[in-house]
């Protein structure tokens, strides 16, 4: 074969690629899709607090208090599995300045008094409110202090593959808005990765714990300073009590002119 030959072969074989190049071409996409659900857990810590001149009885008198908490909620239905086995121990001290005038003359003494704290923590397998309320009544009954801590979602399998689903039909919109923008046909879809682990925010929030989550880097870009704001527009508010599942998924599709 002459070296003509080939030189001319070589340059069709180009121009077939550089013709095939411009009918097909791919297009890469980020999609995002969130589902909001209900929380399974509610953390409660609770708390007791005694005083005394001596702090070991302080101390002693916090425990058979807290111990009496324990009972009571177990007494409620909270069970022992729900019961936090740490127990968070606290010391405050005091000091007072008593003084009196008798006659002219001023007498002051001192006074210490020693506190002991104790906490526990529970979460309880229920986000109801009302649920929540009563064992806090039984604990205050007992002599308790509560607070809620939070909520959690123990499974979020299911609200994450529906995050997942949400987040594959997001990013196909995206790609077929963005091809028939330059008078593409969509074709199927070549590779599909997830780059990030969905996120999981709990309410209440408008979702600006996590500013730095893939679905919100554009929170720093220089010609939006404000965009966070727009999920006050968009009433994406995640209530007290419910979670929200976010997912991601980066997707390839062929493109044809």
């Given at each position: 074969m002459s070296s003509k030959l080939i030189l001319w072969l070589s340059l069709a074989a180009l121009a077939l690629c550089a013709a095939a190049s411009a009918q097909e071409s791919t297009l890469r996409v980020?999609?995002?899709?969130?589902?909001?659900?209900?929380a399974d857990t509610t953390v409660i810590a609770f708390y007791v607090q005694n005083s005394s001149a001596n702090f070991t009885s302080a101390q002693e008198a916090a425990s058979l208090m807290l111990n009496q908490t324990e009972q009571a909620l177990l007494?409620?239905?909270?069970?022992?599995?729900?019961?936090?086995?740490?127990?968070?121990k606290g010391h405050i001290t005091t000091r007072k300045v008593?003084?009196?005038?008798?006659?002219?003359?001023?007498?002051?003494?001192?006074?210490?008094?020693?506190?002991a704290t104790m906490r526990m923590v529970v979460r309880l397998k229920s986000s109801d409110a009302n649920e929540t309320k009563r064992i806090i009544e039984a604990a205050k009954a007992a002599g308790a202090e509560a607070a809620v801590w939070g909520y959690e979602l123990s499974d979020p399998t299911n609200a994450m593959e529906q995050a997942r689903k949400k987040a594959l039909e997001n990013a196909k919109a995206k790609a077929q808005y963005i091809a028939s923008s330059y008078d593409l046909t969509?074709?199927?879809?070549?590779?599909?990765?997830e780059p990030e682990y969905p996120d999981i925010e709990m309410g209440p929030s408008y979702g600006?714990?996590?500013p730095w989550r893939m679905g919100r880097m554009h929170w720093m870009h220089w010609m939006d300073p404000f965009s966070e704001m727009d999920r006050f527009w968009r009433d994406e508010y995640i209530p007290e009590g419910m979670a929200e599942v976010t997912a991601y998924a980066r997707v390839t599709y062929?493109?044809?002119?």
């Open positions: 980020t999609g995002e899709g969130s589902i909001q659900v209900p007494a409620a239905g909270v069970s022992r599995e729900e019961i936090g086995p740490h127990r968070a008593f003084c009196s005038t008798v006659n002219n003359s001023t007498d002051c003494r001192d006074v210490i008094v020693d506190a969509l074709g199927e879809s070549m590779q599909i990765e600006w714990e996590r062929q493109a044809k002119s």
